[in-house]
């Protein structure tokens, strides 16, 4: 965070500067289109990397003529603004922070945007953007490939001159061999006939017989930890209580094709069961976590953690159920959800040597299918699908072990044929998050659910389909009245009693409207409600805070 003394003078060497690559100013006095803010974002971040900025910046609520005037913005930013963006940009990048500052009794917002990070260009909705001096366009192609070519420099394929095979581990080589034949098996009859340094150099863990940064972090010693410095390699395993509080934890080292299995040790994989067969008294017994998906969590974590950070890979418990597996460093690919669909390797990864070395030992996927995998056990367990979260410059991936919602469950159940992209939907659908663009016109066009795309609920028909009375309930509290019902409740009221405060409304009607409404949603349709009677000059805003009928609001009230 910028302090507000040294904001405000920063505002002031603005206003004295043109418009570039890094800057622009707009206006904006209700705001802009969420996609024009994104391709905005795109651009600055992209030109700010290729300026060696730290930053550029985008400002609301001055004219983008020079010399600068203040108008002022109306723009109230989102709760979710950071978030709903980060979901649609490359490697989740999004604002870093949102300055609010006055000047001569006007508002003005300075956005924050970071620079894209080095080798990643930012892209939002598949398409890169830059600027031409004050334009944002299209990123050219040569603007491309000089951020690409800042990934050159792979960390992990780095030699460490003072490291020697002596500090790897025995045991890790012994099962780093194993893994390799079962990887590659046209090299099974061989490799009998190779010492430890020929099976280092052919699994493309050395390089020429030097020891590298990955023959260190997947087969060197505990005591060798040092010769990584300063970078760090660990894992921290954490339970944690429903609350949230820690109960137990331990931090493991290397050599990590040994120690990810003592993590995985220390997770509680205990069996799971469920009836959802009405038929039938017996229950599906299962493990909690399929095994698959914790391997391919925890080794993604090993294999895109930025070691340069100098943190732990972090492991997390919870014992309602849930898993968190959080490694520092930016998402590269566009989204979860583009992986998902195009189901092909990555073009780019942050430690290529690394990931090379772990895909012949056997431990991760890199044809792409690692992730959606993942994603297809859980559809098959009937159980909601991971959630990533890429904020804080980090990759946060979360792994239900249960099921929430048995509705849910019996939806999969009922309609297996279903594509993933559309469970990815309806899974957002019973966590009770927003869908895109795509998501939005998928499942309404299959009928599966109504409402709005930021507040959506199961339709008729699939609650219809699904049979349970307390659906059928749901349903209808997530069906809105018209807003005359609403505008009706409003009238009454302040009839009634002569007149009515903003909080008196909001308790009125907050438990009236949806449920599928968020408690600012809520807000802001009440908000919304009144602002159209007191167009229709049905209410005023009187004296002492409170609406008051108007003669028109009275006739409509009698009418009533």
């Not at 001055?62 to 108008?71: E, M, T, W």
């Amino acid at each position: 965070m910028i302090a507000d003394t040294h904001i405000s003078q920063l505002l002031d060497t603005f206003l004295t500067r043109r418009e570039d690559e890094v800057l622009e100013f707009k206006e904006a006095k209700k705001g802009l289109q969420t996609d024009d803010l994104r391709k905005y974002i795109s651009a600055l971040s992209n030109e700010a990397n290729l300026r060696r900025r730290e930053c550029a910046w985008l400002i609301y609520g001055i004219s983008d003529k020079f010399p600068r005037k203040v108008v002022g913005t109306e723009y109230l930013v989102p709760v979710k603004l950071k978030q709903d963006i980060a979901g649609s940009m490359t490697a989740g990048l999004t604002i870093r922070e949102v300055y609010e500052v006055e000047r001569n009794g006007k508002r003005v917002l300075m956005f924050q945007i970071p620079a894209a990070p080095k080798g990643i260009p930012i892209a939002w909705n598949g398409h890169y953007f830059g600027r031409n001096g004050e334009s944002t366009c299209a990123l050219s192609i040569d603007k491309i490939e000089e951020i690409r070519r800042q990934t050159d420099d792979d960390w992990s394929a780095g030699i460490i001159e003072d490291a020697t095979i002596d500090d790897l581990d025995p045991q890790a080589i012994a099962v780093a061999k194993v893994e390799f034949r079962k990887r590659n098996p046209k090299y099974a009859e061989e490799m009998a006939d190779w010492d430890d340094a020929t099976f280092l150099n052919k699994a493309k863990l050395t390089r020429r017989g030097k020891i590298t940064r990955t023959a260190l972090i997947l087969l060197g010693k505990d005591e060798a930890e040092h010769l990584l410095s300063p970078a760090v390699a660990k894992i921290r395993w954490n339970l944690k209580t429903v609350k949230n509080e820690d109960k137990d934890y331990e931090i493991f080292g290397i050599p990590f094709i040994l120690t990810s299995e003592d993590v995985y040790r220390k997770i509680r994989n205990l069996k799971f069961r469920y009836i959802l067969n009405e038929q039938s008294l017996f229950p599906e017994e299962l493990l909690r976590y399929e095994p698959f998906c914790i391997r391919e969590l925890l080794y993604n974590c090993i294999a895109h953690q930025d070691y340069t950070k100098r943190a732990r890979i972090n492991v997390v418990e919870f014992e309602d159920h849930h898993l968190i597996f959080s490694n520092y460093g930016t998402f590269i690919p566009l989204s979860i959800e583009r992986v998902i669909q195009a189901n092909a390797p990555e073009e780019s990864y942050r430690n290529p040597f690394l990931v090379e070395a772990m895909r012949n030992l056997n431990m991760i996927e890199t044809q792409g299918g690692g992730i959606r995998k993942v994603y297809t056990f859980q559809r098959n367990r009937l159980f909601p699908m991971p959630d990533y979260d890429f904020s804080e410059g980090k990759v946060k991936a979360t792994l239900p072990g249960c099921i929430i919602s048995e509705d849910f469950a019996r939806l999969l159940q009922q309609d297996s044929e279903l594509p993933l992209q559309t469970v990815l939907a309806l899974d957002k659908v019973q966590k009770q998050q927003p869908l895109n663009d795509e998501e939005w016109k998928d499942v309404k066009t299959r009928g599966l659910v109504e409402g709005r795309k930021t507040a959506p609920y199961l339709s008729h028909n699939t609650v219809e389909m699904l049979e349970t009375d307390e659906l059928k309930e749901q349903y209808i509290r997530n069906k809105a009245f018209d807003n005359s019902y609403y505008k009706k409740l409003i009238l009454s009221y302040i009839y009634e009693w002569e007149h009515a405060t903003l909080p008196q409304l909001e308790q009125l009607l907050t438990n009236k409207l949806p449920d599928s409404y968020t408690p600012v949603q809520k807000k802001r349709k009440i908000s919304n409600l009144l602002a159209e009677l007191r167009r229709d000059e049905c209410i005023i805003w009187g004296s002492g805070k409170v609406w008051q009928l108007t003669t028109k609001g009275y006739e409509e009230r009698l009418k009533l």
